[in-house]
C-alpha cells in the first residue's frame, strides 16, 4: 500500500460513497464532491451547511447529518428532503445515521434517538429518549441495532426494544465505537483501546463476550468499519484494521491526528478523514518502500545487492543493509566499516562474496560481513562487475583495472588508448568483449588476448560511428526473450543507442568500422535515461522521469512507440538516481536505488493491478442552465435549443490516467481522444431532430481498444424548420437576398476597399519599422543600467543564434531569438540600481529581489506580439534542466527551448565576460563548468553543441565581445 494524501480545503468529519461511485465528504465547510479528479463544495445545498455524519442506504440515498440544520437526504445530486426540529426530529444536531432491515432508519440526535420512516413520506415515528447523542450505529443482518452514546454507553436495540444495555449490565467500560460483522458479531471498541467482541444469543443475557483485542497503540478509538472481512479502526493517532481477530497498524505518515472514520471506494481504495487534517487516500500501488520500513536514515542511494541472504544498499553517506527476514536495518562490521563513505557500485559475486566500489577507499572484496579486504584503496572506483572466467572489471576515474585473486593484473588507461578514463560503466558482451562506457571519450571496446593472457584496447566507438553522445553511462546486452542476438543497447548522455556487432565475436574482433553498425534509437520520447533493463518482451528504461515501459520489438522498430510512464503519480517515491545500479532478483523483483532511499517493484507484476472504471453524464447544459442527465432514461432537448454542451464524467480513484473516448454518434466523424486530466465538455450546435446515443468509454494505453463504454441516448423533439420544404423556401429567399445584397455592397465599397488596403500596407511597414527600434532602445535602457554586464545582452543573443542556427532554426526563427535575447533581461529594469550594480557579494535577500527580473520580465513581454514567446525567454532563463532553477523550477522539456538556448548562452557569456565584481574566467574553466553542468543545469544536448562551436572555431568568444563593444559603442572590458 502506498499512502497518498488528497485534501479538500478543510477539515473532514465522514466520509461516504454513492452506487454511481462518487465520494461525499462532510465537513464544517459544507458537504464536498469528489470523483477523483476535483473536490467542489456543493453550496446550492441550502439546508447543508455543517456536516457531522453520512450515511448511504442500499438505494443510493446520502443521508446527510448536520450540526445544526437537522436531516437531508439527497437522491441524484438533489436534496428531495429535509426533517429538522420543527418536523418531529428530537434536535437539529444529528451525529449517527443506520438503517435496520425493517427497513426503518435510526438517527442518533444531540438529544434522543429517533426512528424515521420514508414509506409515507419522510417523518417521525417513534423516538428514545434513553439513547442520547449516540455517536456511532450499526445494523446487523437479523433485526438489531447497536448504538454507542457520547457519554459512553452501548445499547443494541429490536425496533424499539433495548435488548442490551451496557451499564445495567455491569459493564465499567465506557464505549467509543461499534459495528456488527458480516456473521452477526458486534465489534464495540472501548475507552481502554480495546475492542470487545460480543456474540448474539436468543437467551436473556442478549449479549455474551467472547474475546477482547487490544489496538496497542492507538489512543481513543473514534470508529469502527467493515470492509472486505477486515475491520479498520479510527483513532485519534492513526489507523488499524482487524483480520481474523489480530490488529495490524496502517502506515498513514503524517497523517495520524484525529482520524474519525473511512470508507472505501469502488476501486477498492481506503479513504479517512480527519477533523484536524482533512482527507487521506490510500491505494494500491506495484511499488514497495523498502527503505523507510527498515528505518534507515534517508541518503541518496547508488546501488543495491544482495549479500547473506540480505539487502545491501550503497548510499552517498555509507553502507546500509535490511534484514529481509525482520525488514529492520542491519548493522554489522562491513557496514560500520563503511560508515560515510560514499559507495558508488555493489556487486555480488559467484562464489556469494560482495564487491563493493567506493569514492574514497578503493574496490572492496566481501566474503562475509566480518572478513573483508581493500584493494587499490587510492583509486576512486565507480563500477565493478565480474566476467565470465570470474575475474573481475573495476572502473574508475583512472580507467579499468583488472582484478584476480583480489590482485590488479592490468589496467586500461590513457596510454592503452583511452582517450577519456573516468569509466561509467561496464559489461561482458555474450562473445567476451568488455564494454567500457567513458563520461566523454565514447565507447571503449576491450578484448583479452587468450595467447597472452592480457586484454587491450580495440577500438573506441563515438559519436562520428554513430552514437548520440559520448557519454556512455550504461551498455547492455541484447536478447530476443531468451536468446542473445549480438546486439547492444547503450544509455549515452542524450539518448538511446543500439550496436549491432555483426558476426564477429571478442575474440576475432577487430574494431573495423565494417564489423559493428551504430542506430540512435530516436522513436524513444525521453533522452535523460540512467539504465535499461530487458524483462521478457519488454524493455524498462529508468530515467529522471521515471520507468518507462516500451515494447521491444517497437522499440527497434523505429516505428511510434506506445509507452507506459512509471513516475510519482503510479506510485515511485522520489526520484531515480542517475548512474546508479539496481539489483534484479531472478523472481523479477527490481530493488531501486533513489534520491532518498531505496524501493522495489516486480517487472512481472508491475501492471497486474488492474481497475473499473465508472463513466456516467455528469450534466447537460442547454442556454447556461445545468440538466442533470439520469442512465437509463432518454434526455430530450426542446426544439427550440440551438447549442448544448455534453460534461462527461470519468469517476476514477486510482494512480492510474486513463484514456477517454467520446463522440456523438452521428455527429462526430471520429472519437474525441484524451487523457482523464484533460477531459472537457463537448459542444453541439444545430442538432437536426432525431435520437443519438453518446458514447463514453475508457481505453486501453495505446488508445486502440475499449475497455469498457457507457452509452446515453439524448433525442431532439421536431419543429416545423425541420421539414425539407421549410428548408428549401429559407434557402431560396436567402439567395435571392444575398444576391442583391452582393451586388449592392460590391459595388459601394469596392474603391473604398483598395484605397484601405494602401494605408494599411503603409502601416504595416511603418509598424515593423518602430518594433525594431523599440527592440533596440530597450536592450540599450537595459545595458545602460546594469553596469555589470557589458553588452551582455548583444553576445547573449549572437551564442543564441549560433545554437539556434545549429538546431536547424530558419532565418525568421533565427531572428526571433536574436531579439529575445537582447531582451531577455529587461526584467533588471525593476531591480533598484543599489542591488543591480552592487560590487560585493549579494544579500541572500538582496539575491531574491534580483532574482525576480524574470518575473518582471515576462510580465512586461507576455503581451508583445512582435516577438513570439519571447516572454519565456525572459522568465524561463534561469530555469534548469534538472529542475533547481527559478522561477518555476521546471525541468527538463518542461522548459521552453528557447528558454533554455537564452539560459546557456546567458551562463556562457556570464562565466567568459568581465564583471565589477569579477574577471571574466578562462575557456577551459568554462568549459569544464558547462560540462559538469551538463544534464544539471543545461540541456545536456545544448551542452554538446556549445561545445562544438567551440571546437570548430564557429563560437569565437574574443571576436564576439569585439562585434558587441563596437555595436555599442562602449569601451573594451578585456
Not at 477517454?660 to 487523457?675: C, Q, T
Request: glycine share 8%; aromatic share 8%; with cysteine.
Amino acid at each position: 500500500m502506498v499512502v497518498k494524501s488528497e485534501t479538500n480545503g478543510g477539515r473532514a468529519n465522514d466520509i461516504a460513497s454513492t452506487n454511481d461511485g462518487i465520494l461525499w465528504i462532510g465537513t464544517y465547510e459544507g458537504l464536498y464532491r469528489h470523483n477523483g479528479q476535483d473536490f467542489r463544495l456543493m453550496n446550492e445545498f441550502d439546508s447543508i451547511k455543517t456536516v457531522r455524519t453520512l450515511y448511504v442506504d442500499d438505494e443510493g440515498r446520502l443521508f446527510v447529518g448536520t450540526n445544526d440544520n437537522g436531516l437531508s437526504i439527497i437522491i441524484n445530486e438533489k436534496v428531495m428532503n429535509v426533517l429538522e426540529e420543527k418536523d418531529g426530529l428530537p434536535a437539529d444536531s444529528v451525529r449517527s445515521i443506520t438503517r435496520g432491515t425493517d427497513g426503518l432508519y435510526y438517527v442518533g440526535t444531540a438529544e434522543s434517538l429517533a426512528i424515521l420512516s420514508i414509506a409515507d413520506g419522510l417523518n417521525v415515528v417513534e423516538t428514545l429518549p434513553q439513547i442520547q447523542t449516540a455517536i456511532s450505529m450499526s445494523a446487523s443482518e437479523n433485526g438489531l441495532v447497536a448504538a454507542v452514546t457520547s457519554s459512553g454507553k452501548l445499547f443494541v436495540l429490536n425496533y424499539t426494544d433495548i435488548v442490551f444495555d451496557s451499564e445495567k449490565k455491569g459493564f465499567n467500560e465506557k464505549f467509543t465505537a461499534a459495528v456488527f460483522s458480516a456473521d452477526g458479531r458486534l465489534f464495540a471498541a472501548t475507552e481502554s483501546n480495546r475492542i470487545i467482541i460480543f456474540s448474539i444469543s436468543d437467551s436473556d443475557e442478549g449479549l455474551s463476550q467472547t474475546a477482547s483485542i487490544a489496538c496497542e497503540p492507538l489512543r481513543h478509538i473514534n470508529s469502527l468499519d467493515f470492509f472486505d472481512d477486515r475491520i479498520f479502526v479510527c483513532a485519534d493517532d492513526g489507523a488499524g484494521y482487524l483480520e481474523k481477530e489480530s490488529f495490524f497498524m496502517l502506515e498513514t505518515g503524517t497523517f495520524n491526528n484525529s482520524i474519525d472514520n473511512m470508507t472505501e471506494d469502488y476501486q477498492g481504495n481506503l479513504w479517512f478523514t480527519s477533523s484536524r487534517l482533512g482527507v487521506l487516500k490510500m491505494c494500491e500501488t506495484s511499488f514497495s518502500e523498502i527503505y523507510v520500513s527498515g528505518e534507515l536514515p534517508a541518503s541518496v542511494v547508488n546501488s543495491t545487492a544482495f549479500f547473506k541472504n540480505n539487502l545491501y544498499i550503497g548510499t552517498d553517506d555509507g553502507l546500509m543493509a535490511i534484514n529481509m527476514e525482520n525488514g529492520k536495518a542491519l548493522t554489522n562490521k562491513l557496514t560500520k566499516s563503511l560508515s560515510a563513505t560514499r559507495i558508488r557500485c555493489l556487486t555480488s559475486a559467484r562464489d556469494g562474496s560482495l564487491w563493493i566500489a567506493t569514492k574514497s577507499h578503493g574496490l572492496i572484496h566481501a566474503k562475509s560481513e566480518s572478513d573483508f579486504i581493500t584493494i587499490a584503496p587510492s583509486h576512486q572506483f565507480r563500477v565493478v562487475i565480474e566476467l565470465f572466467d570470474g575475474t573481475l572489471a573495476a572502473g574508475s576515474n583512472d580507467g579499468v583495472a583488472f582484478v584476480k585473486n583480489e590482485r590488479i593484473l592490468q589496467w586500461i588507461s590513457e596510454k592503452e588508448g583511452l582517450e577519456n578514463t573516468i569509466i561509467l560503466s561496464l559489461s561482458e558482451t555474450d562473445d567476451g568483449k568488455i564494454l567500457a562506457g567513458t563520461d566523454g571519450g565514447g565507447l571503449a571496446v576491450i578484448s583479452l588476448d587468450s595467447e597472452a593472457d592480457s586484454f587491450s584496447l580495440l577500438r573506441l566507438i563515438k559519436r562520428v560511428d554513430g552514437l548520440a553522445s559520448n557519454v556512455i553511462l550504461r551498455t547492455i546486452n541484447d536478447r530476443n526473450g531468451t536468446v542473445p542476438t549480438g546486439g547492444v543497447f547503450v544509455v549515452t548522455g542524450n539518448g538511446l543507442c543500439y550496436i549491432d556487432f555483426a558476426d564477429s565475436d571478442g575474440e576475432h574482433f577487430t574494431g573495423l568500422k565494417n564489423e559493428f553498425f551504430v542506430r540512435t534509437l530516436s522513436n524513444f520520447p525521453y533522452s535523460n535515461n540512467y539504465d535499461l533493463i530487458l524483462y521478457d518482451k519488454n524493455v524498462f528504461v529508468l530515467s529522471s522521469a521515471g520507468i518507462f515501459v516500451v515494447n521491444r520489438e517497437e522499440l527497434l522498430s523505429g516505428e511510434s512507440l506506445d509507452y507506459e510512464l512509471l513516475d510519482m503519480k503510479k506510485g515511485l517515491r522520489g526520484s531515480l538516481t542517475a548512474n546508479s545500479w539496481n539489483y534484479l532478483a531472478e523472481n523479477g523483483d527490481l530493488y531501486l536505488s533513489c534520491d532518498a532511499g531505496s524501493s522495489k517493484f516486480n517487472l512481472n507484476s508491475y501492471d497486474k493491478a488492474k481497475h473499473s472504471y465508472r463513466m456516467q453524464l455528469k450534466n447537460i447544459i442547454i442556454d447556461g442552465k445545468n440538466h442533470i442527465v439520469q442512465k437509463d432514461i432518454p434526455f430530450v432537448i426542446p426544439p427550440t435549443k440551438g447549442t448544448i454542451e455534453i460534461v462527461p464524467e470519468i469517476i476514477n480513484y486510482s494512480i492510474n490516467t486513463p484514456l477517454i473516448s467520446a463522440y456523438l454518434e452521428g455527429i462526430d466523424e471520429n472519437p474525441a481522444v484524451m487523457l482523464q486530466s484533460k477531459l472537457t465538455s463537448l459542444s453541439y450546435s444545430n442538432l437536426p431532430a432525431g435520437e443519438y446515443r453518446f458514447h463514453i468509454a475508457v481505453l486501453d494505453s495505446k488508445g486502440k481498444n475499449t475497455l469498457e463504454e457507457t452509452v446515453y441516448t439524448i433525442s431532439k423533439s421536431f419543429r416545423i424548420s425541420d421539414n425539407w420544404w421549410f428548408m428549401v423556401y429559407i434557402v431560396g429567399v436567402a439567395i435571392l437576398a444575398i444576391a442583391w445584397l452582393t451586388w449592392f455592397i460590391t459595388t459601394i465599397l469596392q474603391e473604398k476597399r483598395l484605397e484601405k488596403q494602401k494605408s494599411e500596407i503603409e502601416a504595416i511597414r511603418q509598424q515593423v519599422r518602430m518594433g525594431n527600434e523599440t527592440i533596440f532602445s530597450i536592450a540599450n535602457a537595459v545595458e545602460a543600467r546594469d553596469k555589470r554586464t557589458g553588452r551582455h545582452s548583444y553576445r547573449v543573443a549572437e551564442y543564441a543564434v549560433l545554437i539556434a542556427r545549429e538546431l536547424g532554426f530558419s532565418e525568421e526563427e533565427q531572428t526571433q531569438i536574436r531579439r529575445t535575447g537582447l531582451l531577455h533581461d529587461i526584467g533588471k529594469i525593476g531591480v533598484p540600481d543599489a542591488i543591480l550594480n552592487k560590487t560585493s557579494r549579494l544579500t541572500d535577500e538582496e539575491y531574491e529581489i534580483m532574482k525576480t527580473h524574470t518575473l518582471i520580465g515576462g510580465e512586461i513581454l507576455k503581451d508583445f506580439t512582435l516577438i513570439p514567446h519571447v516572454d519565456e525567454g525572459a522568465r524561463f532563463h534561469h530555469e534548469h534542466y534538472d529542475g533547481s532553477g527559478y522561477p518555476n523550477g521546471l525541468k527538463g522539456e518542461e522548459i521552453p527551448l528557447n528558454a533554455r538556448i537564452i539560459g546557456i548562452a546567458d551562463a556562457f557569456d556570464a562565466m567568459t565576460a568581465n564583471r565589477i565584481y569579477r574577471k571574466a574566467l578562462s575557456l577551459d574553466y568554462t568549459i569544464e563548468e558547462m560540462k559538469k553542468a551538463s544534464g544539471k543545469q543545461f540541456d545536456p544536448g545544448l551542452v554538446e553543441i556549445m561545445l562544438e562551436l567551440l571546437e570548430n572555431g564557429k563560437l569565437n568568444v574574443e571576436k564576439t565581445f569585439e562585434e558587441s563593444v563596437n555595436a555599442g559603442g562602449v569601451k573594451n572590458e578585456k
